[in-house]
């Protein structure tokens, strides 16, 4: 498969009718995308309508989730802050093509807990924990509750992001959403991330909308971009809109992005595309050892040990524990992550991207 799904998307955002044919390689290239909806739209085929009736189905019900699970936290008087789709979704011409898979809200790691004993006390079922964030499932939809915003390895990240709300504004009672600027920010630095593991064309669209839709300071963010080691990845993705929209949404050099669209096109979201064979290597191995091992996040210590995570004397008996239980349970996972390597091709792609 080609670019053809960037054509489609060129012409949906132009407002025109696609150029190329409606294949069933294309069909699955935008489903692998989470571009089903976009493509009903473009082409109003019937083959498509139950994909883009379900996308409209099941955002109107993650809005109704997101109002209920901030009306609950307003309730208790715990600051949320809303993030990514449950964000950005309002700017789409039409919501039903801003695919989503969950509900982001950022709390304060002292609120992190209680947080979650409300949620359960009012129909959540508690899920999984990684090392940001615990998963909470209401009606078979799911919640991520961070606690931070990033991984522990992205230190430059966890740095300029360690207090969320000095970059928000309240909404609603003890609601809050980031300003324009730092949304904007926030969801480039979350796009990297994805990328290293692969990610599609669904981040560029929302990329257009907020840089069409909402008011920013360009010259601001470019500033505050630099600082973070993202400007590059900026300038990428200002010159691929450029390719697919015909619009120059910023005043930076025009070039060639050829090999960053075909990345995005072999990815899909989130990579699922590009690793079918689940064959995804972490940026810094080491790192990411490291802190698995030794858990170094206090809110992540306390989730996986209740009693032993909140007094640092215990600390080497969790660690003698954490230690034997990867050995035990999850050795073939380090071991594919240690030894599956990056070639230079791949390696020089990524300095060319920004990530």
């Keep these: 498969m080609g670019l053809e799904l960037v054509s489609v998307i060129s012409s949906y ?7 190329v044919c409606l294949t069933s ?54 600051k949320h802050l809303i993030i990514k789709g449950s964000i950005l979704y309002k700017l789409y011409d039409d ?127 470019k500033k505050e971009l630099a600082k973070i080691d993202l400007l590059k990845l900026y300038n990428n993705i200002i010159n691929a809109l450029f390719e697919i929209s015909g619009v120059a949404l910023d005043n930076v050099e025009h070039y060639d992005v050829s090999f960053f669209l075909n990345y995005l096109n072999e990815s899909g979201t989130y990579g699922f595309k590009r690793h079918k064979t689940n064959d995804m290597v972490p940026k810094n191995k080491f790192r990411l050892i490291v802190n698995t091992l030794f858990m170094s996040n206090k809110e992540y210590r306390i989730k996986k040990y209740p009693h032993l995570g909140r007094h640092w004397f215990f600390y080497p008996i969790m660690i003698i524990h954490r230690l034997l239980y990867l050995l035990t349970h999850k050795l073939k996972s380090l071991f594919r992550i240690v030894f599956r390597v990056r070639d230079k091709e791949e390696k020089e792609l990524f300095k060319k991207i920004g990530i």
């Excluded at 019937?46 to 019900?61: A, H, M």
């Excluded at 740095?159 to 009672?173: C, Q, S």
Aim: with cysteine.
């Design 13 to 19: 955002l132009k407002h025109e009718k696609p150029s």
């Design 95 to 221: 919501i039903a093509i801003r695919s989503r898979g969950d509900i982001d809200i950022y709390v304060s790691p002292k609120d992190y807990e209680k947080t979650l004993e409300i949620m359960i006390k009012n129909g959540f079922i508690e899920g999984d924990t990684c090392n940001h964030h615990t998963i909470m499932y209401y009606n078979e939809l799911e919640v991520e509750i961070h606690f931070t915003l990033f991984e522990p390895t992205h230190h430059k990240l966890l740095k300029y992001f360690k207090n969320p709300f000095d970059f928000a504004t309240n909404k609603d009672n003890y609601m809050y959403e980031f300003k324009p600027d730092y949304h904007f920010i926030y969801s480039l630095a979350h796009f990297k991330n994805h990328l290293v593991n692969g990610s599609g064309f669904r981040y560029l669209l929302d990329f257009y909308y907020m840089l069409t839709k909402t008011q920013l300071d360009l010259d601001f963010i």
């Design 25 to 78: 390689a294309l069909i699955e290239d935008a489903k692998d995308q989470g571009l089903g909806a976009l493509l009903y739209a473009s082409y109003n085929d019937d083959r498509l309508k139950s994909i883009y009736f379900n996308s409209l189905i099941l955002q109107e019900r993650f809005i109704k989730l997101t109002k209920y699970t901030s009306n609950l936290l307003n309730k208790y008087q715990i």
